[in-house]
C-alpha cells in the first residue's frame, strides 16, 4: 500500500467501501426475502398436474368404497397432499432464492466495478488542485518565481495549502529581487571608480614625464583594474540574467551561433584551436542578447580550456518540442565529480584556473542563469578522450511565433 500513489489508494478504499456496503445491502435483502417467503409464500397446482399426485390418483373411485373405508383414505390422501404441497414448496422457494442470489452476485460485481471507477475519477478530481500545486513547484525557478497557483474554489484544507504556498512564494520573490538589486546597484556603484582609476592609470602610462618604476606600476594596477571591471560586468550581466524575460522574441539559435563565432574567431586564433560549425534551423522565444551572451561564453569556455590544436564542435538542431545548441571541445579529462560544481559563480576546474587570465568565473554561472531563465535545461558530459560537451535544451518556438516569409 505504501508504495501505490495517494490516487489509487484513495480509489481502493472507495471500491472496497462501496463493495462492503452493496455486500451487506445484498445479505441483508436475502435476509429479509427468506423471511417473507417463510410467512407468506403460497402454491397452487394445475389440475393436469394434480392429477399424477398419488395422493389425488387414491381418491378416484372414492364414491364406490364403503363409508368406513373411505374415511381412511381421505385422512391418507390428506397426509400425502400435505406432504406433496411441502416439497413442491421447498423447491419452489429453494429455486427463488437460487435465482435471486446469483442475480444479486453478478449486480453486486458489476457495480463494485463500476464503485471502483467512479472512485478513480472522484479521486482523480479531488487530488487535481494538489497536482496543479504540485507542477507549479516543478515549473518554478529563480527567473519565474512570479507564478501563483491562484487556486479557486471552497475555503478547505486544499486552498489553504495553496494560498500558503503562494504565499511563500511572494516572500521568495521579494527575496530574490531584492538580492539582485543589491547585486546590480552594487556592481553600478563600483564602477564609477574604476573607470576614472583606469583613466587615471592610463594617462599616467602615457605621459613622459613618469620614469620607467611608475609606469611599470600602472601598468600592473591597469591589470588589475581589467580584472575587477571584468567581474563587475559579469556580476551586472548574472543579475540581468537571472531577472525575468520582459518581451521575449523569436530568435534562431543558428543566427546567434554564427555571431558568437566571428566574435572570439581572434581567441581561436590565439589559443590554435579549429573550431567546427553545424547548424540547422532551430529558433527559440526569448531575450536574443541573453541568448547570445550564453553562446559566447560556452564558446569562450571551451577555447580557454583547451589544448594547443584542439578543436571546437559548435552544432544547433531541433528535436519535436525542443531546440538544442551542443558545445564540445577537447581538452584535458574533467573528473565527473566536478560537474556540478562548474556552474556555481566564482568556481573554476582545476588549479589551472584560478588565474586572472582565466576570467571571473563567471561564464557558465551567466550561462545556467540564462538558460533557467528561459526555461531550458543543461547537459553537461565529460568526454572520454577529454573536455566536455554542454547541450542547452530550450523551448521551441511555436508555429504562430515565427516571422512568415514573404
Known sequence: MTRLSVRARLTLVYGTLFLVTSAVLVGVTYLQTVKAMDKRFNVTFQTEKTEKIPAMQSLQGLDQVPPAQRFQRLLTARG??????DKRLQEQKRDVLEQMLQSSVVTLLFLGLAGIGIGYLVAGRTLRPIHMVTATAQR???SNLHERIALTGPQDEIKDLADTFDRMLDRLHRAFDAQRRF???ASHELRTPLTINRTVLEVAIASRKNPPETKALADVLLGNTARHERLINGLLLLARSERELNAPTPTPLEDVVRSAV???DELAGETDVDVTVEVSPATTVGDPVLLERCAVNLLENALKYNVPGGQVWVRTWRRRDQVMLRVENTG???????LTTIYEP???LGADRIGSAGGAGLGLSIVRAVVRAHGGTLDTLARPEGGLAITVRLPAAPSAALPQAR
Not at 400425502?80 to 404441497?85: D, F, I, K, R
Not at 584535458?332 to 566536478?338: A, D, I, L, T
Open 140 to 142: 518554478l525557478s529563480e
Open 80 to 85: 400425502e397432499l400435505q406432504a406433496e404441497v
Open 183 to 185: 547585486v546590480a546597484n
Open 346 to 348: 566564482f568556481r573554476r
Open 262 to 264: 566571428d566574435q572570439l
Open 332 to 338: 584535458r579529462p574533467v573528473p565527473s565529480y566536478e
